[in-house]
């Protein structure tokens, strides 16, 4: 078992995966017949994290299957999750995380490969490289590979993927900026990312690469379709 802690992110309202989300909170919409947090929740078990936070929002009641599924989950409830953005997430866990090497990771993911999380790691985002413009949330980089901007669109770099780890050091330096940014103008339409953008001169963030199919992010219903499919494809090759 590690010292290390992981914090979920589920409070969201999945919107665009409507009307699956209707009565469903989107982490708990199932993949091939499983949940896609409890994905997340295997490959964090497998590194052997000690403690999973699930951070609640929109339905968070549905997440008590959890707690009785899983010994090392706790549950927190954003109270915030329909007036602020996720920043409201990380503001409600920040006394957890002073301190302590952890994961932060989005919940509705689904991760293909549970060993995905498995090895020695620094400070970093996991990402995905893409060729060509991005719209999506990406790193840039210094010669030396150091983060140097968290934030939307870029060309031929890493794209987000919804997991981080952070040394206990700069999980501390994190939740202060979180805490600091908290109720001042604008802070409403925070994303966390843009308060870790904010600090970068501060950490020593570099990018760990993945392959895009270890980790799959799903945000529409179509989007669900097709992993099932190539899922499915997938899994008749391999009998």
Known sequence: MRDEIAILMAAGMGTRMRPLTEKTPKPLVKVCGRPMIE??????????VSKIVVVTGYLGDAFNCLTEKYDNIRLVKNEYFEKVNNISSIHAVTDLMRGRDLFICEADLYISNPDVLNGDLESCYFGKFVEGYS????FERDEDGRIT???????DCYNMCGISYFRAADSSKIADAVDRAWGKEGYEDLFWDD????????????VHPIDTKDIIEIDTVDELRKVEEDIENINRKNK
Not at 39 to 48: C, E, Q
Not at 135 to 138: E, N, Y
Not at 149 to 155: A, F, I, L, N, Y
């Open 135 to 138: 719209d999506d949330w990406v």
């Open 39 to 48: 994905t997340v929740i295997d490959a964090l078990n497998k590194r052997g």
């Open 195 to 206: 308060v870790v953008n904010s600090i970068l001169d501060h950490l020593k963030l570099t």
């Open 149 to 155: 901007r968290v934030g939307k669109c870029g060309t």
